[in-house]
């Protein structure tokens, strides 16, 4: 079996040495390189050539989303693995459009990383368990198909919340329900209520004129 070259992409230094530090104890895996920043990340692939790189999201400069897509272009580039603390279906769904080929969120252990590692250098997709939890609760839950034409302006997670909290649900339920923090929760309701200009009792008003907030069965 052939070494797979890694490029470890993070803006956190302790954290790309974390990384160096565990990958040089697995047999078939060399770390070859790393980058701070998404421009750095792609001079560093263009330069060395690796089969995998692990790719952190919100970085100074070129992000993770753009620095995805760009390496992942050239059809004979690498495969990029994301490795983030953002648990957030958003992010998921972008990174996967970018070209990425999985996503683990930081605190996944040693074997995780180093399955991902195989697993997309060899044409595969894979998620961490929390993550891939996320993806199907995501998929589970039935959606009205008029809410995408009704709130054109929010993104199908922030419908989702948005139908959650019609249904009367608070905050740190939601988070429960959805599988993601409090404090995302908190972001989207944010978001929500600002692209809507209503507060918590608009939103409700206009989700359920909007045939949201029904009892799922």
Do not use: C, Q, W
Request: avoid cysteine; proline fraction near 4%.
């Amino acid at each position: 079996m052939r070494t797979l070259r890694v490029v470890v992409v993070d803006d956190h230094p302790a954290f790309r040495m974390g990384l160096a530090g565990m990958l040089s104890t697995v047999d078939g895996i060399e770390l070859v390189g790393d980058a701070s920043d998404g421009n750095e990340a792609i001079e560093r692939v263009r330069e060395l050539r690796p089969d995998v790189v692990l790719m952190d999201l919100h970085m100074p400069g070129l992000g993770g989303i753009e620095a995805t897509k760009e390496v992942t272009a050239d059809e004979d580039g690498p495969a990029v693995v994301v490795l983030t603390m953002i648990e957030d279906d958003d992010a998921l769904f972008a990174a996967m459009r970018a070209g990425a080929s999985g996503y683990l969120l930081k605190g996944a252990d040693k074997d995780d990383v180093v399955r991902a590692i195989h697993a997309a250098a060899a044409g595969e997709v894979i998620f961490g368990s929390r993550v891939a939890s996320g993806i199907r609760n995501f998929l589970a839950v039935p959606r009205p198909p008029t809410s995408r034409r009704a709130f054109p302006e929010l993104t199908e997670r922030e419908i989702e919340v948005l139908d959650l909290i019609a249904r009367g649900m608070r905050n740190a339920d939601i988070a429960t329900e959805i599988y993601v923090s409090e404090k995302t929760v908190r972001n989207h309701v944010s978001n929500i209520f600002s692209k809507l200009g209503v507060d918590r009792n608009g939103a409700i008003i206009r989700a359920r004129d909007a045939g949201l907030g029904r009892p799922s069965r």
